[in-house]
């Protein structure tokens, strides 16, 4: 943004009078705004001048503080003024865009007809704000206890983020953070939380500036967090279930080991048949 002095038009020796009340009475015209102007960063706003079409008029200046912004002077037609701002002489107007927030705070019109020796004013306010950014949310869980960080960036102006948390779950805030870019003047929120999981699943969301986050689940085993204490889970039960399978497939090979082998004879509790039995002598011989 360009800087400007007050314009020649106040060394007029014709207006030297009013030119030193003008310095001494414009803190008081601007804490006295009854405009209010809204405008967003990287957008737009205009500021119309309320002359007197009926008045033959010598000049009218957009003015910030005392810096000059964009105006019209009748010997001079249009006096440059700040590089991002647009004069509209058919309807006395001043588009100031491309906003930022540094943009922000009291202007004033100065409108003199012809034979005026005195200027009117006109004192305007104008805010110009950022949208926050969606609400991430990142979590970190150990045991009964998580902490849940929920961050913004890029709003003003500052604002602290607030946590949507439903019933009587056990929760607290351990930090909040809202830092200022030096350059922009942009503001970066976020916020910690301490939950105690021994009561089970919790819904949660956060916001800052009336922008919400997405719904979240914590202290349940859904979460990302416990991913390792699941699969170590079925990991046993997985081993458990081979082990098993083993054993019974060791007792299963040991029984039908100790089975007769087939075409041989087969002998009860009470032993072999006699005529299964071969034939001896008297000496304890086979007979032939």
Not at 131 to 152: Q, R
Request: with cysteine; proline share 5%; charged share 20%.
């Amino acid at each position: 943004m360009a800087s400007h002095r007050i314009p020649q038009y106040f060394l007029n020796p014709r207006l030297s009078l009013w030119s030193v009340a003008v310095v001494f009475t414009l803190m008081w015209h601007l804490s006295v705004s009854d405009i209010q102007l809204k405008g967003e960063v990287g957008g737009s706003v205009t500021f119309h001048c309320p002359v007197d079409k009926q008045k033959s008029i010598t000049l009218f200046y957009l003015m910030k503080g005392l810096e000059f912004v964009n105006g019209y002077y009748v010997s001079k037609n249009e006096v440059k003024g700040w590089e991002n701002t647009k004069l509209d002489l058919i309807n006395t107007n001043v588009n100031i865009y491309n906003l930022s927030v540094s943009h922000s705070g009291d202007y004033h019109w100065q409108i003199m007809y012809e034979h005026d020796d005195i200027p009117n004013e006109s004192p305007i306010h104008l805010s110009v704000t950022a949208n926050y950014s969606k609400p991430e949310v990142t979590m970190n869980c150990e045991g009964l206890h998580c902490l849940v960080k929920c961050s913004s960036h890029g709003g003003y102006p500052s604002r602290k983020i607030m946590w949507n948390v439903p019933g009587i779950q056990i929760w607290k805030i351990v930090n909040s953070n809202e830092t200022s870019d030096p350059v922009t003047m942009l503001v970066n929120s976020s916020s910690t939380a301490s939950f105690d999981c021994s009561k089970g699943k919790l819904q949660f969301s956060c916001s800052v500036d009336n922008v919400t986050s997405d719904s979240f689940s914590v202290c349940t085993t859904e979460d990302p967090q416990d991913f390792p204490y699941v699969l170590a889970a079925i990991c046993g039960v997985v081993l458990c279930i081979i082990i098993l399978v083993v054993v019974l497939l060791w007792r299963y090979k040991k029984r039908q080991g100790s089975a007769p082998v087939n075409g041989g004879p087969e002998c009860g509790v009470q032993g072999c048949p006699e005529e299964d039995m071969p034939l001896k002598g008297k000496e304890g011989e086979v007979e032939r």
